[in-house]
């Protein structure tokens, strides 16, 4: 969206330090931290961005450090019928899904497609389904077409399985925000 104001020598213009579009003072006046572009201070920033910033900032606050340590799944590939035990975390840099096991594979986080939480059941009395697992699809170095991966937490120790689903609903928390954040 970009501002009404009419420019001319008189009207400061400003750019919105996450969209790059110009606007005058008045749709243009938050300051909102920018970590995802390095920025150490906030920066001035439109509404509509300040909006996805805040989101990403309370992401970052919040939910980042769940995804850098991992949880362990069932990892499935494709259509192998043998899941393997791994464990799945987000790389220092943001860029990767590594997953650890008896093999170890590294997923360009650019190169998902597609992912879908898997829940079981309802809640008596109503509430949210659980998350008992992830399917995505992306595009593998040298393969042809899409991969098909997916997590399902184990049944085994309680606090396992209540790390896997922080960590999953972590994951449909960054999942939408980069969908958000790539609409812009």
Same mark, same amino acid.
């Given at each position: 969206m970009q501002c009404d104001?009419?420019?001319?020598?008189?009207? +400061? *213009? @400003? @750019?919105?330090r996450r969209c790059g579009k110009c606007f005058c003072d008045k749709c243009c006046g938050q300051k909102v931290p920018l970590r995802r572009m390095c920025f150490v201070d906030p920066v001035r920033q439109c509404a509509e961005c300040a909006l996805v910033s805040h989101k990403e900032a309370e992401f970052y606050?919040?939910?980042l450090k769940v995804l850098l340590s991992g949880a362990t799944f069932l990892v499935t590939f494709g259509?192998?019928?043998? &899941?393997?035990?791994?464990v799945c975390r987000l790389s220092n840099n943001q860029r990767y899904l590594l997953l650890d096991g008896d093999s170890r594979h590294e997923i360009d986080i650019a190169h998902i497609s597609t992912v879908q939480i898997l829940t079981e059941g309802? &809640? &008596? !009395? !109503? /509430?949210?389904? +659980?998350?008992? !697992?992830?399917? %995505? #699809?992306?595009? =593998? &170095? /040298?393969?042809? /077409? $899409?991969?098909? %991966? *997916? $997590?399902? =937490? !184990?049944e085994d120790a309680h606090a396992s399985r209540r790390q896997s689903t922080?960590? %999953?609903a972590a994951m449909h928390?960054?999942? *939408? $925000? %980069?969908?958000?954040? #790539?609409d812009q």
């Open positions: 104001a009419k420019f001319d020598f008189l009207t +400061r *213009k @400003h @750019h919105c606050d919040k939910q259509n192998s019928e043998k &899941p393997e035990t791994m309802f &809640p &008596p !009395g !109503g /509430g949210n389904a +659980r998350a008992t !697992g992830m399917s %995505l #699809r992306f595009a =593998a &170095p /040298g393969a042809e /077409g $899409l991969t098909q %991966l *997916k $997590l399902t =937490a !184990g922080a960590w %999953l928390k960054a999942t *939408k $925000l %980069l969908y958000e954040s #790539r």
